[in-house]
């Protein structure tokens, strides 16, 4: 049965930063894309960035010059380091992985990030 566990959410103040951590286990596949989603109140889940077992990204221009995501291959894990926060990032943030030759991919539990002072 596949796990995420999700760590680094927290609050944080305008202008700070944040590291999100995710470790994937209980699947003998490799994992293609790893990524991070996130959830406003009221809003729909969005793409935040993701990197494939390759290393190519992908963002969504509201974190292009502001997110950095990065993953361990050996260990399962990514992470996503978020700098000059802004209140408008406050959301739910989600992990979310794909294997190889799997047609759907698994979720998180979710960890909140609130940028506010």
């Known amino acids: 049965q596949v796990q995420l566990v999700e760590s680094g959410g927290g609050l944080v103040q305008p202008g700070g930063s944040l590291r999100l951590s995710c470790a994937a286990s209980?699947?003998?596949?490799?994992?293609?894309?790893m990524g991070w989603y996130r959830q406003a109140p009221g809003k729909q889940r969005e793409l935040v960035a993701a990197?494939?077992?390759?290393?190519?990204?992908n963002y969504a221009d509201s974190g292009k010059d502001r997110f950095t995501i990065s993953r361990d291959n050996a260990k399962n894990t990514v992470h996503l380091q978020m700098n000059s926060l802004k209140p408008e990032d406050t959301a739910v943030y989600y992990c979310?992985?794909?294997?190889?030759?799997?047609?759907?991919?698994?979720w998180g539990q979710g960890t909140q990030v609130t940028a506010s002072s």
């Open positions: 979310n992985v794909v294997f190889f030759g799997s047609p759907s991919g698994y």
């Open positions: 209980g699947s003998s596949s490799r994992l293609y894309v």
């Open positions: 990197i494939t077992s390759g290393g190519s990204t």
